[in-house]
């Protein structure tokens, strides 16, 4: 148990569906992120929230739309997924002092 | 662009052997390299890291080594164990926040 906490763990969804990914961090950290690990590539960095402020958009499509509520909690909202989306979601926090980045199990995504 | 290099992406020792994984950046304002382990339906988790000022760290088994001036750095793992078999990533991180990984080493350590 790292203390960042995602749901839910499997998500299947059509491509018209609407859908959030949700994650909770219990560290005390300024700083959270969305990843996408997808079969045999590096993870990829999607967006990076600071102190809430969104600070790293890495030219991800529009149909994912992440909110911030809080230092705490981050969420990724999904729509008109397409297949080629189907991958894992990991979302990682870390206070930006030092750097260390703790994840979470993330959720399997697939598109259908 | 920033990016790192990861070899080798396959790595199959003996149990007790020693394994080595090395990586190389581009970014000479790095100034972080975390090594994380990833098993199979979990999350990647931080087993060692190194900071730019620092060229050698050791925990117990696992042991990482950082070059700046060739800019590459290294995970060891002495007297490897089945249950060290996973998959390991290189990362360096920049101004704190900004981090990218490498591909992955998938490690099999046979009994």
């Given amino acids: 148990e790292t203390g960042v906490t995602q749901t839910p763990r499997h998500l299947v969804m059509g491509m018209t569906n609407k859908k959030s990914l949700k994650c909770e961090q219990h560290l005390g950290h300024n700083a959270m992120y969305w990843y996408k690990q997808s079969a045999k590539k590096p993870l990829e960095l999607m967006f990076v929230y600071n102190f809430k402020e969104q600070t790293e958009n890495n030219s991800v499509p529009s149909r994912f739309s992440p909110e911030c509520p809080n230092s705490s909690h981050l969420f990724l909202h999904l729509h008109t997924l397409q297949p080629e989306d189907s991958a894992l979601y990991l979302c990682a926090s870390s206070q930006v002092a030092t750097a260390e980045a703790f994840f979470g199990q993330g959720t399997r995504l697939t598109v259908v | ?111």
């Fill in chain 2, 1 to 111: 662009g920033e990016n790192v290099e990861q070899h080798p992406s396959t790595l199959s020792v003996q149990e007790g052997d020693s394994a080595v994984i090395k990586c190389t950046y581009s970014d000479s304002a790095s100034n972080y390299f975390p090594w994380y382990k990833q098993e199979l339906g979990k999350g990647p988790q931080l087993i060692i890291d190194i900071r730019s000022n620092v060229g050698e760290k050791k925990d117990q088994r696992i042991a990482v080594t950082l070059n700046k001036t060739a800019k590459h750095f290294s995970l060891h793992i002495t007297e490897t164990q089945p249950e060290d078999s996973a998959v390991y990533f290189c990362a360096q991180t920049t101004g704190g926040f900004k981090t990218i990984f490498g591909a992955g080493t998938r490690l099999f350590v046979k009994a």
